[in-house]
């Protein structure tokens, strides 16, 4: 490193220091200018990776690695996230209430009391969450509360080192384009945090919600059930180390549902998530101890929350599995899910992405039901003109968009459980229901090539090697149609994707698409084949033979891609 180059990087770091309001992170800020100082090359090469950038506010929010910089979350960023909110809504004339929720992560409930002063400094008003509540509780108090926006602190389902800041505008669904970028344009307009006025560090200069606003939430939640259905089902259930646990307990109850047993190694929340490597029920390993506890209880169902409980798993007894549980698929529990709405005889739209199964589609068609597919993640999905019932393949579903416009892991898991419980008065199960839909509408297996690196560049070389060297055949399927989502269509808005379309014998029809991950350093590849299955004694030959293709189509992909 040149030494002018390292004098002004000092300098920047060291005019961070000064702005820092949070003593911990000035402390390791310091540490590295010391290190830095006597020409440590770990140092320098830390304070250059933090100081290189910021971290950009997008359709995500925020979300990054805890610690001092511009490139970690932290106080100082978050102020400045808070006051480029803030500034845009001043602007917006679209009310002046901001809500503000949190989870149990390292640090949350400062960045959301930091949120509170800065909105109250800009002469907006704001009102928090009276503690650590699920994501979907905060989506929900927006629209009950007719605020102008929503903060949620939360990292979800990241590492416990990372947090986030999610933002959602007053309809109670996530920010999408041009609003990111207006908003981070005023972020990067923030000269100085002297510049930020704030209030003063008392809950008397904001609203600190009462109780009233997750008893709100519950009464809603139940409305997703039939009052008179049947409640006899046997739960397992982990929140994950998050703060799902009172609230899915309480809804239960509320329901009339017995109370599931939870996961005692996982039932308190706990920002350093010990007992799993990754916080997401997807990730393997996660869901051992759930498993563990189901051995011992053999309930009907396992259920799962991630740490702030906007997205729902589900695991199903299968004596095929080595544990005695089989994960069901984001895709399966998705159909399942549209399945019971129809059902139930509901009208709109359904929806979901177009990483996504297509099984949907030929639900909602059907039932004689609007059915639209959108870009990836719920910020798309809750925008679906006359949304019904909307999910994403990564165990996200809404099943009450009037009442939560986003994924809500409690009503989910609700609606599932009524689901399970009135078919076991039949004698069936949800692998019943999932084979009858295989027998209806053909066999719908997916799955998922994910590859997780160190370096971003990496994920940008394979994005560029594929569209220069686009596959022609993969598992022996000819690829017969090839889209660069990045031009962008009619139906959808431009994003960095690939997707693929294959042909050949014995299936009905296959594709994949490429994406970089919005949230996680990933390149994901979904994966889908649709099998035709005529009768039931086929199913078991059509799904060993979708389990080979996708398998195969895995390693070609990986092969193409580079990765």
Not at 541 to 556: I, S
Request: glycine residues 8%.
């Amino acid at each position: 490193m040149a030494q002018e180059s390292t004098t002004e990087l000092l300098a920047r770091a060291h005019q961070w220091l000064a702005e820092d309001p949070d003593a911990e992170t000035r402390e390791e800020l310091a540490a590295l200018l010391a290190a830095a100082a006597q020409a440590e090359e770990p140092a320098l090469a830390e304070l250059a990776e933090r100081f290189a950038d910021r971290l950009q506010f997008g359709t995500a929010g925020l979300r990054g690695e805890l610690g001092a910089g511009p490139m970690r979350m932290n106080r100082a960023v978050v102020m400045r996230a808070a006051a480029g909110l803030a500034g845009y809504l001043r602007t917006a004339d679209a009310g002046d209430l901001v809500v503000i929720g949190y989870d149990a992560r390292h640090k949350s409930y400062d960045f959301a009391r930091d949120t509170a002063a800065v909105m109250v400094g800009a002469g907006l008003r704001a009102a928090v969450l009276p503690r650590p509540l699920p994501t979907p509780v905060l989506a929900f108090a927006i629209r009950h509360l007719g605020a102008a926006a929503g903060v949620m602190v939360t990292a979800s389902h990241n590492p416990p080192r990372d947090n986030g800041y999610k933002v959602y505008l007053g309809d109670g669904s996530q920010i999408v384009p041009p609003a990111d970028a207006e908003i981070a344009a005023r972020i990067d307009a923030v000269a100085s945090l002297a510049d930020v006025p704030l209030a003063t560090d008392s809950a008397a200069d904001w609203q600190v919600l009462g109780e009233d606003v997750l008893e709100a939430y519950l009464a809603r939640a139940v409305t997703v059930l039939d009052p008179q259905g049947p409640r006899d089902l046997s739960v397992v259930y982990t929140p994950m180390h998050g703060v799902g646990r009172d609230t899915l307990l309480a809804a239960f109850e509320r329901a009339g549902f017995p109370a599931p047993t939870v996961v005692a190694e996982q039932g308190e929340p706990d920002p350093d998530f010990p007992t799993v490597a990754f916080p997401n029920p997807e990730e393997p390993g996660a869901m051992d101890l759930a498993f563990k506890a189901a051995a011992a209880t053999d309930p009907d169902l396992v259920i799962a929350n991630d740490p702030d409980a906007d997205r729902c798993a589900v695991a199903v007894p299968d004596a095929a599995e080595a544990s005695g549980w089989r994960m069901l698929r984001g895709d399966e529990v998705g159909a399942l899910l549209g399945a019971a709405l129809v059902a139930k005889g509901v009208q709109g739209t359904f929806a979901t992405t177009i990483v996504s199964a297509t099984l949907l589609g030929e639900i909602a068609a059907a039932a004689g039901l609007d059915y639209q597919e959108t870009l990836t993640g719920f910020k798309w999905i809750a925008r679906a003109e006359g949304l019904r019932y909307g999910y994403e393949e990564a165990l996200g579903y809404c099943v009450d968009p009037q009442g939560v416009r986003d994924k809500d892991g409690v009503t989910a898991a609700l609606l599932i459980a009524e689901l399970a419980a009135s078919l076991k008065t039949a004698g069936r199960t949800l692998s019943d229901l999932l084979d009858e839909l295989a027998l209806t509408h053909g066999l719908h297996a997916t799955d998922q090539l994910s590859a997780r690196v160190e370096d971003l560049s990496l994920i940008a070389d394979a994005m560029r090697r594929l569209r220069e060297q686009p596959p022609t055949e993969l598992a022996g399927l000819a690829v017969t149609r090839a889209d660069d989502l990045s031009t962008g269509s009619a139906e959808l808005p431009p994003t960095d994707g690939l997707r693929y379309y294959l042909a050949g014998e014995a299936v009905r029809s296959a594709r994949i698409v490429v994406r970089p991950s919005g949230t996680e350093p990933k390149l994901k590849c979904y994966l889908e084949v649709v099998l035709p299955v005529g009768s039931a004694d086929g199913l078991a030959a059509a799904r060993e033979r979708a389990a080979e293709l996708l398998t195969a189509l895995k390693r070609d992909m990986a092969v193409a891609a580079g990765i």
